[in-house]
């Protein structure tokens, strides 16, 4: 019973595009979403998060919007660059379960020159 | 000036065995956690840890067992290893888990076990 799901396994996107990375949840309790990003044989470094009382957080390049009715969220990288190439990990919580972090599988994001 | 690192970063050893991975963090967090990265790339809370108290013991094989010598370190022992036990582990620290906090994430240990 996969709470949070990212449905694409892989992302293949231009330099200097944007990159939009999607995210479904299903517990309706999750009040706090975080996306972090992870390169090979090193372990997963936090990006940016968003509290579900609001619906947009902006940190430089990356942009995470929040659609609660849909139980949606996703990342938008503009412009994308080589660094960006990496897995990019959607997690949630909920206070009614100790806010343990429920993660996504991921989503691999290859930015080509 | 690592802020949470493992040791070791590859493990290679023997069904039967008994192994240990060990965990430090400097941030001053309270919270310290342990991930399994399965092979199907999911990462999974193993164990939580609060000020030294065992605060999240998810369904884990009793041969896992952690131990928290003190605030800054959560080091985890795994008796008579399995080849299902091959997986990278992550250790985690953050704030207290009594609210969101975001984690902080070691660079992972590669068990194999053949």
């Known amino acids: 019973d996969q709470q949070v799901k990212q449905n694409s396994p892989s992302l293949s996107v231009q330099e200097g595009r944007i990159s939009i990375l999607n995210c479904d949840y299903t517990n309706s309790m999750f009040d706090y979403f975080l996306w972090y990003k992870k390169y090979p044989a090193e372990g997963p470094t936090f990006l940016i998060s968003i509290s579900s009382i609001k619906d947009k957080n902006e940190d430089g390049r990356f942009t995470v919007f929040l659609n609660k009715s849909a139980k949606h969220l996703s990342l938008h990288i503009v412009p994308s660059q080589p660094g960006d190439s990496a897995v990019y990990f959607c997690a949630a919580s909920a206070p009614d379960s100790n806010y343990q972090l429920i993660w996504g599988a991921g989503t691999k994001l290859i930015i080509k020159p | 000036d690592t802020a949470v690192s493992q040791t070791p970063k590859y493990l290679v050893t023997q069904m039967g065995n008994d192994k240990s991975i060990k965990c430090e963090q400097n941030l001053g967090h309270d919270t310290m956690y342990w991930y399994k990265q399965d092979s199907k790339k999911f990462l999974k809370i193993m164990f939580s840890?609060?000020?030294?108290?065992?605060?999240i013991n998810e369904t884990v094989p009793n041969r896992f067992s952690p131990k928290s010598p003190d605030k800054a370190h959560l080091n985890l022992h795994i008796n008579s290893l399995e080849l299902g036990d091959s997986a990278v582990y992550f250790c985690?620290?953050?704030?207290?888990?009594?609210?969101?906090?975001?984690?902080?994430f070691g660079p992972g240990t590669r068990l194999t076990v053949l």
């Open positions: 840890y609060n000020n030294k108290e065992l605060i």
């Open positions: 985690a620290s953050s704030w207290t888990s009594g609210s969101a906090q975001t984690q902080y």
